[in-house]
């Protein structure tokens, strides 16, 4: 498919290359969840505080991030694979909100839940746990389509393995598409009633943005989720 020469001249120089691509965009705010993720395909999870990005107080102070986020939706974020999507959008939301722990929660397309991807405190416990649509909190959430804040969430994580218990409430929306829900993001904090209406308010207009890219991304890819969202 590619020229064989031009492809061993770029795998000769890649570190180069990389090193001159990443000075040239250091400024550019598209690419700056490099800083969070580390070097692509190191494992590396965005840090739990990013104190270069102080995080927005009301709605209005988020605009700039968030109109950073429908950019990267509605770009190149549609040819990430849904790890690596998941795995920036923690990042981006970091910017936005305050949270310990993040869970993106999604359509199996069975009846379950499933976490596709978890960051933060506790997040070890979390991966790939499947819960039905209408158990926990992001459950209720995805059955019911209506947002949850400073719910105990301790009550989403009854009968899972493993200690949640500095987790002291959460923040959670659901991701609508088309009439059908995708599943819920899902934040977590350990100060009580972290959340504030504003708070909700900028998750929820994050979650607009978030929730038709990740259906493209799961019908590219054929996961589980696309079932749901292909089903009448």
């Not at 700039?64 to 920036?88: H, R, V």
């Amino acid at each position: 498919m590619y020229d064989p020469g031009l492809v061993e001249l770029f795998a000769a120089n890649i570190d180069q290359l990389e090193a001159a691509a990443t000075e040239a965009v250091r400024n550019m705010r598209e690419l700056s969840f490099r800083a969070c993720s580390g070097k692509p395909g190191a494992g590396v999870r965005p840090p739990e505080t990013n104190a270069a990005t102080p995080i927005p107080t009301d709605a209005l102070e988020a605009i700039p991030e968030l109109d950073s986020l429908a950019e990267f939706c509605t770009g190149w974020g549609n040819q990430l694979c849904l790890s690596d999507l998941l795995l920036n959008l923690e990042c981006r939301l970091r910017r936005l909100l305050p949270f310990s722990t993040c869970a993106f929660f999604l359509n199996a397309g069975d009846g379950d839940l499933w976490i596709a991807h978890a960051g933060g405190k506790c997040a070890d416990g979390m991966q790939n746990l499947r819960i039905a649509m209408d158990s926990g909190i992001s459950g209720w959430v995805a059955a019911c389509g209506d947002p949850v804040m400073n719910s105990r969430a301790a009550l989403g994580f009854q009968g899972w393995e493993g200690d949640f218990s500095s987790l002291a409430h959460a923040l959670i929306v659901p991701l609508n598409q088309d009439g059908l829900c995708l599943g819920t993001i899902s934040l977590y904090a350990e100060a009580a009633h972290s959340f504030a209406d504003d708070h909700l308010r900028i998750l929820q207009m994050a979650a607009n943005h978030v929730a038709p890219v990740l259906a493209q991304v799961c019908r590219r890819t054929a996961i589980g989720l696309a079932t749901a969202i292909c089903s009448p």
